[in-house]
Every structure is written in structure tokens, then in C-alpha cells.
């Protein structure tokens, strides 16, 4: 069972160049997210989905897109990386609201020069 | 506005000393709260988790939290450190409303032999 899987774990962008951080669970959960992580500030929310074909904003989702065309797969999408964007990106399962906790990934850490 | 507050960035505790990370939050209404674990370089582990009932929680790793209403806490506690619990400790809260987790900032434990 393997849970959430992130990939890839490391990537160094240049300012202006677009990538996508792909993210698929096997947990067959309906909501999954995706969280920045920059030192001393705690996970912030990017973007959420409540499953397929749907997603909402969270917290900080300006620069990114993300879609969800299958219950697996939750990508997210960075248009013209900014320097603001280097973090640690993690990708989680699960359902809150339905007394599930969140299942992370291993994380993927950007950097954008 | 909702927030979770873990006041200590950084604690250090002997091996085999008990250990108190807290965690305080501003809501409504009782959230949703959790406690996760960070290794360096890995994901989040859900350590244990107050939906409702006992105020006691048990978690994993030895690992229990104390909800208190009326001081708006879930304060993490272990009676005896070992040196693998070095990590990030993360307090979370959600107020039941879709993809709206939460996290404090953190709390780095150092283990001291």
C-alpha cells in the first residue's frame, strides 16, 4: 500500500519556467490537498479538493493551478516559478470531514533560481 | 480570524525526561485537532487526534494529549523521551469545514543523551 506518492522529490527551477508536481494516492480518498511548507511558517494550504472535477483555493494559491480529473491523481501546477515559490511541497489524503485524519506524502522540494 | 499557536519554536529535553509541547487555538467552536510528527526530510505522521469524547487522547509512540476547553488547548505529553523522538512537532486544527486544516508552526525537539 503506498499511500501518497509525490513526485519528484527534488527539482530546481529558473525564474520564469513551469512545472508540474504530480501527486496520486491509492487510498481511494476524496479529499486531498496540497501544502507549502517554508521554515518557521508552518504548512500553509494551496488548493483542496473535495474529489473529482472539483477544487478551491486555500490559503496561498496565487502562482499555482491545480486540477482533478480522476479520484487518484491531484497535480499541481506552477506557471512562471518565482523565486517566492522555492519550499517544501507536500500533498495529502484524506478525509476531515468524515473523521479520516490527513495522509502526507514525502514532500517535494523546489527550489527556483 | 482561526489560528493554532505552538509558543515554543525549540525545545531541548534530556533522554528519558518527560516532555510538554503546547498547543493553543482560537475558534468558534471546538475544531478538530491533531498532532503530527516530522523526521528531517520526510513527510507528516499523524500522531494522535481529538474529534470528541475522552479528552484523553492516546496516540502513537507513546504519545498522549490533554484537550482543555476552557483553556483552549491539546497540550502533547510523553513521560519518558527517547532519542528518535527528535523532530518537528506540528499542532493542527480544523474547524469541520472542507480542506480548512490548520497548522501551528511548529515546535523542533532536540533529545539530549
Known amino acids: 500500500n503506498a499511500g501518497v506518492t509525490q513526485t519528484p522529490k527534488f527539482r530546481i527551477l529558473k525564474i520564469g519556467q513551469s512545472m508540474t508536481l504530480q501527486c496520486t494516492q491509492d487510498m481511494n480518498h476524496n479529499y486531498m490537498y496540497w501544502y507549502r511548507q517554508d521554515p518557521g511558517m508552518g504548512l500553509k494550504l494551496i488548493y483542496y479538493?473535495?474529489?473529482?472535477?472539483?477544487?478551491d483555493k486555500g490559503e496561498v494559491p496565487n502562482g499555482y493551478n491545480v486540477s482533478r480529473s480522476t479520484t487518484e491523481d491531484f497535480p499541481l501546477r506552477l506557471e512562471l516559478a518565482a523565486p517566492s515559490q522555492t519550499s517544501v511541497y507536500f500533498c495529502?489524503?484524506?478525509?476531515?470531514?468524515?473523521?479520516?485524519?490527513?495522509?502526507f506524502g514525502q514532500g517535494t522540494r523546489l527550489t527556483v533560481v | 480570524a482561526q489560528s493554532v499557536t505552538q509558543p515554543d519554536i525549540h525545545i531541548t529535553v534530556s533522554e528519558g525526561a518527560s516532555l510538554e509541547l503546547r498547543c493553543n487555538y482560537s475558534?468558534?467552536?471546538?475544531?478538530?485537532l491533531f498532532w503530527y510528527v516530522q523526521s528531517p526530510g520526510q513527510g507528516l505522521q499523524l500522531l494522535l487526534k481529538y474529534f470528541s469524547g475522552d479528552t484523553l487522547v492516546q496516540g502513537i509512540k507513546g504519545f498522549e494529549a490533554e484537550f482543555k476547553r476552557s483553556q483552549s488547548s491539546f497540550n502533547l505529553r510523553k513521560p519518558s523521551v527517547h532519542w528518535s523522538d527528535a523532530a518537528e512537532y506540528f499542532c493542527?486544527?480544523?474547524?469541520?469545514?472542507?480542506?480548512?486544516?490548520?497548522f501551528g508552526k511548529g515546535t523542533k525537539l532536540s533529545v539530549k543523551p
Open positions: 493542527a486544527a480544523d474547524g469541520g469545514s472542507q480542506g480548512n486544516l490548520i
Open positions: 495529502a489524503s484524506g478525509g476531515l470531514t468524515d473523521y479520516t485524519e490527513a495522509f
Open positions: 479538493s473535495v474529489g473529482a472535477g472539483i477544487t
Open positions: 475558534y468558534g467552536a471546538t475544531p478538530y
